[in-house]
């Protein structure tokens, strides 16, 4: 089993949707959660970055952290065709080694 | 914010020839480097990370003699394809962290460097 566990989609939505995106891991001993964003043929961009469970928010997205169930969402409020990326959710442990476990990434379109 | 360049960001050679890619934090000191693969469509996959001043910790799987990496400074690393074959043909990407914040969320990817071997 994969430590972050991702649908790689591709999900396509409409202009303005709600885009709910998740991801489940397996290590308890995560603390820390990211969501990055990347666009085709560049490198990842930090998007949101949570510690341990709660909400975040920020502008039009919300990291959720559900430490109870290991699961992690990320909502886009008002999409928009600029949001059209590949969004990766990633999660450490919090050493100092610094190490990310990625999922796949969910490939997301938004048509205006 | 920190950036992280990389260099060069494509390149295509000719199999078993050694291919040499730079990573370097532009405005901050990285004692800590990654070094990422990425096929189409999946995931980064880390391949090592590099420490500077001492030799890289490498993933299962990754063979440490075919992919050397140098960590000579607290802005540069350097990861050389040695005799690169067809199938090491990906997208690699590095990401660095910050000397003076520690914390995983200040891990700072590079643009990634796209490699085709012929």
């Known amino acids: 089993q994969k430590e972050v566990e991702q649908d790689p989609g591709p999900l396509s939505v409409p202009e303005g949707a709600i885009v709910s995106l998740n991801c489940t891991y397996s290590n308890s001993a995560f603390q820390y959660f990211m969501w990055y964003r990347q666009y085709s043929r560049k490198g990842p961009e930090l998007l949101m970055y949570?510690?341990?469970?709660g909400n975040k928010e920020d502008g039009r997205f919300t990291a959720q952290v559900d430490k109870s169930s290991k699961y992690i969402s990320l909502f886009i409020r008002d999409s928009q065709p600029s949001d059209s990326a590949t969004y990766l959710c990633?999660?450490?442990?919090?050493?100092?080694?610094?190490?990310?476990?990625f999922g796949r990434g969910t490939q997301l379109t938004v048509w205006p | 914010g920190a950036v992280v360049s990389q260099h060069p960001s494509r390149v295509i050679c000719k199999s078993g020839t050694s291919v040499k890619i730079e990573c370097r934090s532009l405005?901050?000191?990285?004692?800590?480097m990654f070094w990422y693969r990425q096929f189409p469509k999946q995931s980064l996959m880390l391949m090592a990370t590099s420490n500077e001043g001492s030799k890289a910790t490498y993933e299962q799987g990754v063979e440490k003699d075919k992919f050397l990496i140098n960590h000579a400074s607290l802005t540069l690393s350097t990861l050389t394809v040695t005799s690169a074959h067809p199938e090491d043909s990906s997208f690699y990407i590095c990401?660095?962290?910050?000397?003076?914040?520690?914390?995983?969320?200040?891990?700072?990817f590079g643009p990634g460097t796209r490699l085709l071997v012929l």
């Open positions: 990401s660095a962290r910050d000397i003076l914040a520690p914390q995983a969320e200040t891990q700072y």
């Open positions: 990633a999660s450490d442990r919090g050493s100092t080694l610094g190490r990310l476990y």
């Open positions: 405005d901050f000191q990285a004692t800590t």
């Open positions: 949570t510690y341990s469970s």
